[in-house]
């Protein structure tokens, strides 16, 4: 889980290579820290970083709960920001 006291205040975006709609978001620096589940779920390709204060508070909200989230939308409209 995201710590604002001891982890990174930047985020970062991958997406998947084989489906291409799969959005993975986590802890800039984080990726090795996920589920092994989600680390193997795919091959995952780096797509940019960011600051988690202009994250949308709904994906803020599940990388203070879980640590990361999985977005689902097509690759042309998705942003994690506000």
């Known amino acids: 889980m995201f710590d604002s ?3 990174s205040s930047r985020y970062s975006i991958s997406r998947s290579t084989n489906e291409r709609n799969r959005h993975l978001i986590f802890e800039q620096g984080g990726f090795d820290e996920l589920p092994e589940s989600i680390r193997r779920h ?11 204060k202009n994250l949308r508070p709904d994906y ?3 990388l203070t ?4 989230i999985i977005v689902e939308q097509t690759a042309g409209v ?3 920001e506000t």
């Open 5 to 7: 006291a001891t982890k």
């Open 42 to 52: 795919t091959s995952w390709q780096y797509l940019k970083s960011g600051e988690f």
């Open 60 to 62: 803020f909200k599940a």
């Open 78 to 80: 998705f942003s994690a």
């Open 65 to 68: 709960d879980i640590g990361y």
